[in-house]
């Protein structure tokens, strides 16, 4: 099992993840009994580690902290030690990889920056089985074994890349099936809630405001024979400022290593022009695609009828699935539609991981979500939570958390306040009213409102509130 943790929110964990699992095929471990945990982390935390661990004060591109000494292969059963109960894994070690590094030594060494991301996950796995190029001889084995892998790794990277649809060939015997599915479509057509129906968690925050999500968010679906990791976007729109080009480049990164599309058409708006562009693009692309129509609770019969014979036009899709997200209403017919798309055998994520995303990132979000349920207009847009604590109390059931909000306009900061700060006390309470019902700890919140002049337009502060997408 290969977890790995964007912490930069860089968008290659699907890569580190293929070429990690390309490098214990490789050298023939058996991934249902192993366990990797791979970092993406910014430079300071590398430096931090190479302090604390190396007394090296510098980043490096990659750690590996190995938990055994010997040189795989070994008999998994000889360190009861490391394994770890809750799985029955063997936990062979941590891997951090700097992506700042990274991205700047693919750009020296003329490289894909996905493939530089697997090359380090590849070198930093070799070393969890205890590689070495301390010598001649052993730097040698190592290289060969790299270069063997990261062809391994790009012939099924770019296969999955160029979409070739030939999913007959890979199909293993194997009952379990994975992927990656990009779950598309304009603002407000219910994706967010999509994936949290289809999870079974609040993944993503949803409100009726269009353009609610910002990030690129994974929900990930686990039944016995199957793991779909979707992968929520920010809603397809012109962007307007800086902040919604990041979103739009969010949505995009999206669809690079994506097994599958699922485009969500909103029935109470119709199929549109845009709807149409965006889907002949999917097809053009040769993704599998597949469409929902959405909010079917909302319309007619003969709406959705209306609809589904539009989409009758594109033979191409590989199946589509009315639905209504918000009630679960068909949402197991779309998930048997998904799995028939699905070609990977491994399980990506340990059961009981939902998403990628940490409680902090949760908590800004549903303030934000608050903010955009309780204010009006154009103010909840220009709205931005950095959570600037987040603390469980020692030994207790409590979590601290501080937050800021920060709007874009002066006069928008007493709105938000609120008379007698009526309105910041209620954003307030109901985010701590969930954060407490997700954690399962008393949470205690406190949040501030200060301004900062037209931010979404301003590089820095968009990429210190998380929105930081790499090129
Ligand atoms: N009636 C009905 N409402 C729905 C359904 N799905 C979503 N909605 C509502 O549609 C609104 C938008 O839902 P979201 O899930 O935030 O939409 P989104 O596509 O993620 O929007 P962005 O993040 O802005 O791109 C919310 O008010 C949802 O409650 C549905 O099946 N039926
Ligand atoms: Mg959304």
């Known amino acids: ?104 030594q693919a750009k020296e060494y003329g490289r894909k920056a996905e493939r530089e991301i697997a090359f380090l996950t590849c070198h930093g796995v070799l070393h969890l089985l205890g590689y070495d190029h301390m010598n001649d001889e052993d730097e040698a084995e190592m290289n060969k074994l790299q270069d063997e892998i990261m062809k391994d790794f790009e012939k099924e990277y770019t296969d999955e890349n160029s979409h070739s649809g030939e999913a007959e060939e890979k199909q293993d015997k194997n009952d379990f099936l994975s992927g990656f599915v990009a779950l598309m479509g304009k603002p407000n057509s219910g994706k967010s809630t999509l994936v949290n129906t289809l999870v079974g968690e609040k993944v993503s925050i949803v409100s009726w405001k269009p353009q609610t999500t910002r990030n690129r968010i994974f929900g990930i679906y686990n039944d016995e024979v199957t793991q779909i990791v979707f992968i929520d976007t920010p809603g397809l729109h012109t962007p307007k400022n800086k902040l919604g080009e990041y979103m739009m480049k969010a949505a995009s990164r999206s669809l690079e290593g994506a097994d599958a599309v699922l485009y969500l058409i909103d029935a109470e708006k119709g199929f549109d022009e845009r709807d149409k562009r965006n889907i002949e693009t999917y097809i053009k692309q040769n993704f599998n695609t597949v469409a929902a129509v959405n909010k079917v609770d909302r319309v007619t019969k003969e709406k959705v009828f209306d609809i589904l014979t539009q989409l009758n036009n594109y033979p191409q899709l590989k199946a589509v699935v009315p639905i209504s997200a918000l009630k679960g209403r068909n949402t197991d017919v779309l998930l048997k539609e998904i799995r028939k798309l699905l070609t990977d055998n491994i399980k990506y994520y340990p059961d009981d991981m939902y998403t990628d995303k940490n409680m902090r990132f949760m908590a800004a979000e549903i303030i934000r979500e608050k903010t955009l349920r309780l204010l009006d207009k154009e103010v909840p847009y220009g709205i931005g939570v950095e959570i600037t604590e987040y603390e469980r109390r020692s030994g207790k059931d409590i979590i601290d958390i501080s937050a800021d909000i920060l709007c874009e306009k002066a006069g928008h900061r007493p709105i938000i306040i609120g008379k007698g700060g009526g309105t910041l006390k209620k954003i307030a309470t109901y985010a701590r009213q969930d954060l407490e019902n997700i954690t399962g700890y008393k949470v205690f919140l406190t949040v501030f409102v200060k301004v900062r002049e037209n931010w979404r337009e301003k590089e820095y502060i968009i990429k210190e509130l998380g929105y930081d997408e790499k090129k």
């Open 1 to 104: 099992m290969v977890m790995v943790f964007d912490n930069v929110d860089s968008g290659y964990a699907q890569a580190s993840q293929k070429a990690a699992l390309a490098a214990l095929r490789k050298m023939n471990v058996d991934i249902k009994k192993a366990e990797i945990e791979i970092n993406l982390v910014s430079e300071e935390l590398i430096t931090e580690l190479n302090g604390k661990y190396r007394n090296i004060h510098q980043a490096t591109d990659v750690l590996s902290f190995a938990n055994i000494n010997e040189k795989f292969p070994y008999n998994i059963n000889s360190y009861p030690e490391f394994i770890n109960p809750a799985n029955g894994c063997l936990m062979l070690g941590e891997i951090f990889i700097c992506v700042k590094k990274a991205l700047e």
